[in-house]
T-cell receptor, first 110, second 116 residues
């Protein structure tokens, strides 16, 4: 039979533009969230985290927004660069584990 | 810190052979996780250890898979016998805490396994 793989959402942006990557999480009990970046051939790398008692957290060129009402998380990347091209995962913490989303593939067009 | 170290980076083996993947976590990290990543299923947690003791192995697909952590600085994931459907990238990750540790997990570079 035909195999069906994950349909990774994709986002293409021009270099220098801002990027917004979205993630819906599943459990209202989740209290800690992380965005990971995975470049080709590498393991996921921590970008930024946020706890459930916060709505927004800023890092260097990245901002994470948390909307607990609709269980939505977003990652904003300012002035996107070619080196930002990767797959981005959100992860939610419940109990003793992180649960990962399927990821979004970001391509930066020079 | 050298980070989480996995070996080998690539492994190609024939169906039926035994495969052993290795991981050295970050020193001082009490938790170690084994993940499998495929296009079909994304990132799947296979098993995790706390202080060298397996805590949750419910993600291990079947009895052909086994994992050990004989000491705080070394873990193995073994597949015996291997099958083509085991082909995937296997990641090891470690952390200071189960999930609340700052920065979550630190992942290794992964082992790309191909079973032919």
């Amino acid at each position: 039979g035909e195999s069906v793989g994950l349909h990774l959402p994709t986002l293409s942006v021009q270099e220098g533009d801002n990027s917004i990557i979205n993630c819906a999480y599943s459990n209202s009990a989740s209290d800690y969230f992380i965005w990971y970046k995975q470049e080709s051939g590498k393991g996921p790398q921590f970008i930024i985290d946020i706890r459930s008692n916060m709505d927004k957290r800023q890092g260097q060129r990245v901002t994470v927004l948390l909307n607990k009402t609709v269980k939505h998380l977003s990652l904003q990347i300012a002035a996107t660069q070619p080196g930002d091209s990767a797959v981005y995962f959100c992860a939610e913490n419940r109990g003793n584990q992180f649960y990962f989303g399927t990821g979004t593939s970001l391509t930066v067009i020079p | 810190d050298a980070g989480v170290i996995q070996s080998p980076r690539h492994e190609v083996t024939e169906m039926g052979q035994e495969v052993t993947l290795r991981c050295k976590p970050i020193s001082g990290h009490d938790y170690l996780f084994w993940y499998r990543q495929t296009m079909m299923r994304g990132l799947e947690l296979l098993i995790y250890f706390n202080n060298n003791v397996p805590i949750d192995d419910s993600g291990m697909p079947e009895d052909r898979f086994s994992a050990k952590m004989p000491n705080a600085s070394f873990s193995t994931l073994k597949i015996q016998p291997s099958e083509p459907r085991d082909s995937a990238v296997y990641f090891c990750a470690s952390s200071l805490g189960p999930g609340q540790g700052v920065g979550g997990y630190t992942f290794g570079s992964g082992t790309r396994l191909t079973v032919v």
